[in-house]
């Protein structure tokens, strides 16, 4: 039985993702705005309503960790933030907004809970193609996009950071996922993986991809719109 943190939970890949980590018999923490009602009755899932862009918000999760766990085995920052906008209308305020939750979170979060990782602990960050130097770019996405490529760079140097720990830093760079995130960049797009099948890959990616990763990022990708 494992201990994982879970971000971006209320729905699509974050969802499906602490319900097969609960049915699999580990302890989750969900952490999102929203608290999903299907994970008020299950004895695995403890949620937590945590806007990630609020770094004061980070102070339950880190009594949770100080009161309940001992320590924190895996950690998949699924959580993102999207804006579908020309960049000539971008503000500053735009692109802080998203990268507080796409890169500050990712960083408050697990600098946070390194007093709980250990050796043998995972932490995945959930990128995007967009995010992948070279990588076909979409119109619109500019602080979206640049945000993920942020998320790689900072998982790359974590891992070199903590590789003396025995703690691994990957990132799986996800194409097209048939989410609601997916509608908001690309409407009436419809992606051939389903959320539920992108989280059965990371399910099984977080639990034992660390024993052939560190400071690597793969790209899981069958289509990018």
């Known amino acids: 039985m494992k201990n994982i943190i879970i971000t971006g939970t209320s729905r699509g890949i974050g969802f499906e993702l602490a319900l097969q980590f609960a049915k699999a018999g580990h302890q989750v923490l969900a952490i999102s705005r929203k608290i999903a009602p299907e994970f008020l009755s299950n004895q695995n899932i403890t949620s937590l309503s945590v806007d990630l862009s609020e770094e004061d918000d980070l102070v339950q999760v880190q009594n949770f960790l100080l009161q309940t766990w001992k320590k924190v085995d895996i950690i998949i920052h699924n959580a993102g933030s999207l804006l579908l906008k020309p960049f000539a209308q971008t503000t500053q305020e735009d692109f802080e907004n ?128």
Do not use: W
């Open 98 to 225: 998203i990268y507080k939750v796409n890169v500050f979170g990712v960083a408050n979060l697990t600098r946070l809970c390194l007093p709980y990782l250990q050796k043998g602990s995972h932490v995945v960050s959930i990128s995007s193609m967009g995010g992948i130097q070279g990588s076909m770019k979409f119109a619109g996405l500019s602080a979206y996009s640049s945000s993920k490529g942020a998320v790689i760079t900072l998982s790359e140097l974590l891992a070199e950071e903590y590789k003396d720990s025995g703690i691994t830093f990957n990132v799986l760079a996800l194409g097209a996922v048939n989410t609601e995130m997916l509608q908001e960049a690309f409407p009436g797009y419809e992606a051939p993986i389903s959320a539920k099948e992108m989280a059965d890959y990371i399910f099984n990616f977080a639990l034992n991809g660390n024993k052939y990763h560190n400071g690597k990022v793969i790209q899981v990708s069958a289509t990018t719109p």
